[in-house]
């Protein structure tokens, strides 16, 4: 077996492993019985705790000069995952993991339109068909929101969603723009200070044994060993196989709170839905064979 192949098996290995030990997030984000902000504080400084002991058991003595290598993209890059982590877990909250998991896979179409207007990335025809067709999805489900709650109301769970979405283009256009520095300490900046707002905005953080049982899990467990797998991934893999994968995340993780909880997508949501996964998918074989 050449070398080629057993680095892409070790990046399929590595994005598949990634993808399937995140799926049980969002359930485990609605089992755990506290609010929001409760929840933005321990999952905050578990992510940054679980992170920091792989970061300098990593480097070792070079962990000062990693944190350097950053350099100015550390704030900015902690904002957004900030901002992110505090969308996703508020749209949780307000709407169905379907609809939340579908809307924020959007963020490679988001990515494209930041590259195109702010990186000055030419954007291919095909590219602007899939962003075309996926907001086309995005509509259907905000619609269906709206239709739910009426049209004079909010659906927040479905803006917040889409800022998550935004936020995650951000995120991936900042470490597009460092493919040489490794951003993990960015995630545990930002990670501790959506903890800190947290620990600010919530009456009280103290959980039920079984909640914080499930927290550990969480936050010192699934999101770290996650983040490590599609973090290298890349490395050995297309970015468009790569994207291609993390769809499976969208498609297993509703499926284990439907499992768990009973909750249904509604159909106006797996139509919307089914239309942003066809655009996404099309996109990434057609780039797949681009790259070829």
Known sequence: MSTQPRSHLHGLILAIVGVLVLTPDSLLVRLI?????TLLFWR?????SGLSVVFLARYKRRWRAEMIAIGWRLVP???VIALGSIFFILSLSATSVANTLLLISTAPLFAALIGSFFLA?????????????????IIVIV????????????????VFALCTALTLALQFSLVRAARDVDMTPSVIAGSLLFSGLGLIIAQDVSLPTNSLLMV?????????ISFICLTYAPRYLPAPEVSLILLLETVIAPFWVW????ETPATASL???AVILAALIGHSIYAGHRRR
């Open 33 to 37: 019985a506290t609010d929001p902000w």
């Open 259 to 262: 499992a768990v909880l009973a």
């Open 271 to 273: 139509l919307g839905g």
């Open 143 to 158: 619609f269906d929101g709206l239709s739910t709650l009426g049209f004079d109301a909010v659906p927040w769970g479905e």
């Open 44 to 48: 905050g400084l578990g992510v940054a």
């Open 216 to 224: 550990g899990v969480l936050s010192l467990i699934i999101l770290p």
């Open 77 to 79: 890059s902690a904002m």
């Open 121 to 137: 990335e030419r954007t291919n025809r095909a590219t602007w068909i899939a962003i075309v067709i996926g907001f086309s999805g």
